[in-house]
């Protein structure tokens, strides 16, 4: 990864001394300084190209191996989808570098909300995003385990499909451990590693394709806009990760100008690998067999070489793809209770760090998904397993609901950075078609899950009020 560049006096502790600008009537009180780690080889802040691996792995996990099938059955409309969702997706990309650049420490949306709007929109902010990446983490071991059953059959072992899966999790948690220069190294190579069958079918796609293939361009018999918001609501959530540079901003070095470069890279290319895979094989598979097909991008490969290998092939592709992701949402699972836990939001352990990563964090994010993974699989609750994993698409979207709001908040204000006139309408309209993009995500979760979401929500309340009352108590005892 190169020479380690020298890093400034100072640079260290600017978490814990960021002058934190209050408006209005939101008073927060100053966070206690915290002991920082001195650096060790294990502890190595992110360039550029790792941030933006960070970005394109966590964007890309194991949806685009589906997703062509998924969306089949509404016709070649869904491309027009896909293109409305990637304009959107860009702009919540664009507004997070903005908002980097602003606030250049580790939380993401968690650090914006609270800015704006204080204590308890912050914490809502960091509980819901917590949330969703541990339930995620458990969704992507147990999908990575039905690829593995291609490779090693289990042959229906309940014991061994939950070895596999616990596996599955732990190996990215013990990269996480071992500090954040495995982090990145895992991220970057698994990144790579992924994208070299991904692009296989993206490329072999355009000498294979043919017309004859797409079927007809509206399928479902919907009107054109009800095909496409139908499709949009499959689509949505595989553009969910577009914040992860700016959540881990204090390990990448040069966050004001790299967190922003690293988003928008990422994100545009992880959009434009979406759409090329999902031409491609809508070219080179028929309609009608793509519809019902439950390995598309196999079915794919198969078509343009001939053969039955490609789904061994695209079976490895997504278990490396799985474990990048999980190797970068186990890194968001203990960034953001860390960053909530210094402002005394979250309880203190998860401010514990070793090698540059929250360990507590890290433990407590893989043991959580653990158990909810055991209990699918003994209890056979795959409904209401999969009724937590919609949950996630709707935890997901109150972050970015509030750190939209957070930018247009700043920019009518003119808090930090102030810009005014083409520069102002300019960033205006891109934190507008975030918010409302955002708010579309939402409605594409359905009302079962913004349902369950809203309950767990609650829980965090009564969370946040029992660390609001602690410090309120500790601040009592201290001017007594």
Not at 152 to 174: C, D, E, K
Request: with cysteine; proline share 5%.
């Amino acid at each position: 990864m190169g020479r380690r560049p020298a890093i400034p006096v100072g640079a260290r502790t600017r978490e814990a001394h960021h002058p934190m600008p209050h408006t209005g009537t939101v008073t927060k009180p100053a966070p206690a300084p915290q002991h920082e780690e001195l650096p060790s080889k294990h502890d190595r802040r992110f360039g550029l190209p790792v941030a933006t691996a960070l970005v394109m792995g966590n964007i890309i996990g194991g949806g685009i191996f589906l997703l062509p099938a998924s969306v089949a059955p509404f016709g070649t409309i869904s491309l027009v989808a896909f293109g409305v969702l990637t304009v959107g997706a860009i702009a919540l990309a664009l507004v997070f570098g903005r908002l980097a650049r602003r606030h250049p420490r580790t939380g993401g949306p968690y650090v914006y909300a609270r800015e704006a709007f204080g204590d308890f929109a912050g914490f809502l902010a960091s509980w819901s995003y917590w949330i969703t990446t541990w339930v995620s983490n458990a969704a992507l071991a147990v999908a990575a385990v039905g690829y593995l059953d291609v490779l090693l059959p289990l042959h229906g072992s309940r014991f061994w499909t939950i070895v596999a899966a616990l596996t599955v999790q732990w190996l990215p948690a013990l990269a996480n451990l071992a500090g954040t220069r495995y982090v990145g190294a895992v991220q970057l190579v698994s990144t790579v590693l992924k994208f070299a069958p991904l692009l296989l079918v993206a490329v072999g796609g355009l000498f294979s394709f043919h017309a004859d293939n797409l079927g007809p361009f509206r399928a479902s018999g919907d009107s054109s806009l009800g095909a496409v918001s139908a499709s949009a609501a499959i689509l949505l959530f595989s553009y969910l990760g577009v914040e992860s540079a700016s959540v881990s901003a204090g390990e990448v070095r040069d966050p004001e100008r790299n967190v922003g470069r690293a988003t928008v890279l990422g994100t545009g290319l992880a959009a434009l690998l979406y759409l090329l895979c999902t031409v491609a094989v809508f070219g080179t598979v028929a309609h009608d067999r793509l519809v019902d097909s439950s390995a598309p991008l196999s079915d794919a490969v198969n078509a343009m070489f001939g053969g039955t290998w490609g789904g061994t092939a695209v079976a490895i592709a997504a278990i490396v793809s799985m474990l990048g992701a999980l190797n970068g949402w186990t890194l968001l699972s203990a960034q953001t209770p860390y960053a909530a836990a210094k402002d005394g939001l979250f309880p203190a352990v998860f401010t514990k760090k070793k090698r540059g990563t929250p360990t507590v964090g890290v433990l407590v994010a893989v043991t959580l998904a653990s158990l909810l993974t055991v209990y699918n699989y003994t209890a056979g609750s795959a409904g209401v397993f999969e009724t937590l994993v919609l949950v996630t698409t709707f935890t997901a979207t109150v972050p970015y609901l509030l750190a939209t709001a957070a930018q247009i908040y700043f920019l009518l204000s003119g808090q930090g950075h102030r810009v005014s006139g083409p520069r102002l309408a300019r960033d205006m309209v891109l934190a507008l078609a975030a918010f409302g993009f955002s708010l579309w995500l939402v409605g594409g979760a359905g009302y079962a899950a913004v349902y369950q979401g809203v309950l767990f929500l609650f829980v965090g309340v009564l969370v946040y009020a029992w660390m609001a009352a602690r410090k309120k108590r500790v601040a009592g005892d201290t001017t007594d």
